[in-house]
């Protein structure tokens, strides 16, 4: 199967600091990709959905200015939560279809604890 | 709109046990497609099966099975002879088909004792 590896694996940042986690398709053009937020013993929450070249499709409820998604590459999406809070201190996963696949791939995810 | 339902929250088994889970879904498309993932203690998902709304045969594959029934809007998985490697966090989603965006139920965690 497809490899998707995310950056960093866990991160802790202070209050009011900005985190940038990225999501890289290793052996594919991920022609969209997908963030995703799990808060513990909960489901997955689709944030956002990102499409090389365009600007990001934000589900309801999800501050785009807060969450800033920028795909720059077919092999690559970064995340970065501005002025991160403890509220924002949750699993992020992000997914990566497209190139002619059918299914998407995860990644690991990215544990950010906010102190 | 959609929406995927796991009613079963926990499930505690002994290994050897036969053990289902229960997947209900609601669309109103004719064409989606039907996913189960497993999340180990890792946190990483695992792919484990994807099913198309026009294709309503069971699969298995070793010990694991699912049953798709249209009918009943229900694609529910069993693992026989349950093993203590199967304990993890399952996961049923739904796509529909002209996005690729999963929608995700709310897991049901399994636990499989020696």
């Known amino acids: 199967g497809a490899v998707v590896s995310q950056h960093p694996s866990r991160v802790i940042c202070k209050s009011g600091t900005s985190v940038k986690i990225e999501c890289r398709s290793l052996d594919f053009q991920a022609t969209t990709m997908f963030w995703y937020r799990q808060f513990p013993k909960q489901s997955l929450m689709l944030m956002a959905t990102?499409?090389?070249?365009?600007?990001?499709?934000?589900e309801q409820g999800v501050e785009k200015d807060k969450f800033l998604i920028n795909h720059a590459s077919l092999t690559l999406s970064t995340l970065t939560v501005t002025s991160a809070h403890p509220e924002d201190s949750s699993f992020y996963i992000c997914?990566?279809?497209?190139?002619?696949?059918?299914?998407?791939?995860f990644g690991p995810g990215t544990r950010l604890t906010v102190t | 709109a959609q929406k995927v339902t796991q009613a079963q929250t926990e499930i505690s088994v002994v290994e050897k046990e036969d053990v289902t889970l229960d997947c209900v879904y609601e669309?109103?498309?004719?064409?989606?497609?039907l996913f189960w993932y497993k999340q180990p203690p890792s946190g990483e998902l695992v792919f484990l099966i994807r099913r198309n709304s026009f294709d309503e045969q069971n699969e298995i594959s070793g010990r694991y099975s699912w049953n798709f029934q249209k009918s009943t809007s229900s694609f529910n998985f069993t693992i026989t002879a349950s093993q203590v490697v199967d304990s993890a966090v399952y996961f049923c989603?739904?796509?529909?088909?002209?996005?690729?965006?999963?929608?995700f139920g709310t897991g049901t965690r399994l636990q499989v004792f020696p």
């Open positions: 669309t109103r498309d004719t064409t989606y497609y």
């Open positions: 997914s990566a279809g497209g190139g002619g696949r059918d299914e998407q791939y």
């Open positions: 990102s499409n090389e070249g365009s600007k990001a499709t934000y």
């Open positions: 989603a739904l796509s529909e088909f002209n996005t690729d965006k999963l929608i």
